[in-house]
């Protein structure tokens, strides 16, 4: 099956810093998706991101099909972007499969 | 809010017993998934329906089952409980196969 490999797995900034988030896959990229897990447990869509760029304030992400990875930037990072970012595609056209995640820290 | 409603939020079972998760996705959406992600796990498939067949199937235990009924909500039946499957469930619905999909805000399970 398709294989989902997130990096770093940790990271840990201070707050106002920038990071990149990267997602590589082992098959064609087909439904890229980039979610938040905040504190809480809540999963937030990100990014529905199959292919090229796009940003959402001081978020952004890019996926480039064709190499099968996706990056996610942040940029002046706050408090609450704390969390653990996941990226999932589909397989088959069915199933989503996740990323292990980066586990964000964001120090005031 | 994403539009999937999961109930119940939280849930406290005893080891043995059988429980049932529901979901109801969003208007329109004919596509469900569940997913099982347990303490500091990432999210493990589970399986997924589509108008109401079964699409793809995952990690899921013979113990557990799930359907998805004529109105597209779908349930997910867990039984024989033990405690290893203590985890948060979530659902996540889509228009179909191959477009985004959201998340409910999942069901807590605790199995004492």
């Known amino acids: 099956g398709i294989q989902v490999e997130q990096s770093p797995p940790d990271l840990i900034l201070q707050e106002g810093a920038n990071s990149t988030l990267r997602c590589n896959f082992s098959?064609?990229?087909?439904?890229l998706q980039w979610f938040h897990q905040n504190p809480w447990g809540q999963l937030i869509n990100l990014f529905y991101?199959?292919?090229g760029t796009k940003q959402n304030g001081r978020l952004s992400a890019t996926t480039v099909a064709t190499e099968r990875y996706s990056l996610l930037y942040i940029s002046s990072s706050q408090t609450t972007d704390s969390g653990v970012y996941f990226c999932?595609?589909?397989?088959?056209?069915?199933?989503?499969?996740f990323g292990a995640g980066t586990r964000l820290t964001v120090k005031p | 809010d994403s539009g999937v409603t999961q109930t119940p939020k939280h849930l406290i079972t005893a080891t043995g017993q059988r429980v049932t998760l529901r979901c109801s996705p969003r208007?329109?959406?004919?596509?469900v998934y569940w997913y099982q992600q347990s303490l500091d796990q990432g999210l493990q498939f589970l399986i997924q329906y589509y108008n109401g067949e079964e699409r793809a199937k995952g990690n899921i235990l013979e113990r557990f089952s799930a359907q998805q009924f004529p109105d597209l909500h779908s349930e997910l039946n867990l039984s024989s409980l033990e405690l290893g499957d203590s985890a948060l469930y979530f659902c996540a619905s889509s228009v179909a196969r191959d477009t985004e999909a959201f998340f409910g805000q999942g069901t807590r399970l605790t199995v004492v």
């Open positions: 208007s329109g959406d004919l596509s």
């Open positions: 991101i199959p292919s």
């Open positions: 999932a595609d589909s397989y088959n056209n069915n199933d989503m499969r």
């Open positions: 098959d064609s990229v087909n439904n």
